[in-house]
């Protein structure tokens, strides 16, 4: 038994890498440039965020490493910068690049909590509803589309004005971010339902399904462990653009003041920050971090596009 099981691991291991190594989905990235590049300026991106810390020469955060008297310096490469502030200051005295790279990772963490808030609500309600079918299907459809005739922004807009209302403003900035990402993940639930349930009704006839039902499966373990691993494709197509619209609905949230507050760096409270000092020629304050914030967002889109036409075989040209 001792010599056998460690064989029989490693075994596994090379055949699930061989699998990977001969996948469809290896190869395709092998030969898309532009997925690869989109993937190393998002690793990138990622790492900046999780090393804000390290990488960041002062603390946002920190008051005492603020200077009031250096607000509004201009980068490096505008006269009258100071070397010091690589990227210039904001109208706080905040240095731009420490502040953009702990943005950066607020951005992300509301983008993938809003994102992981949705899939669970979207995939759990479109699994009930296409599996159980009946009053439950209607009734989860039905509430579904009466969210989808709203757009995001204006739920997420309601939503967030009703807890600033009831919290108060000081309450709310100071959990900003866990009411975000429960903001616009409320908001985002729908897409995810209508995909899953529609992937449902698709394979709850087919025979693996009967022949869970007769060996006496119930109906949680039926959904859970044999038909949601066949709809997973779908999901990760829709969780990489809604990482992206995530994190663009929590910069218009910041930039209409229903956000992540000043005192709280991310990257649509930077742009909001900046914006009325783009009169008085302050225009790196909102322009870099508007320029962080597209090019992440469009390399999480391009990476969705791609992701798209791999996991889709009506696409496959081979």
Known sequence: MTTTTPTVASSSTASRWERFRDSYLLYS??????????LAVFIVMVACAVLAPWLAPMNPYDLAQIDILASELPPFWVDGSDPAYVMGTDAQGRDLLSTILYGLRVSLIIGFGAVAMQATLGVCFGLLAGYLGGRVDAFLMRLADIQLSFSTLMVAIVVGALFKAIFGGATFSAYAVPLLVLIIGLAEWPQYARTVRASVLAEKGKEYVDAARVMGLRSRRIMFRHILPN????????????VANAIISEAAL???GLGMPETQPSLGSLIKSGFDYIQSGSWWITLIPGLVLVVLVLVINLLGDWLRDVLNPRLYKG
């Open 29 to 38: 990235f092998k030969r898309d440039l532009i997925a690869q590049l989109s």
């Open 231 to 242: 709809t997973l494709s779908p999901i990760f197509v829709i969780s990489t653009v809604q």
């Open 254 to 256: 910041s930039f209409l």
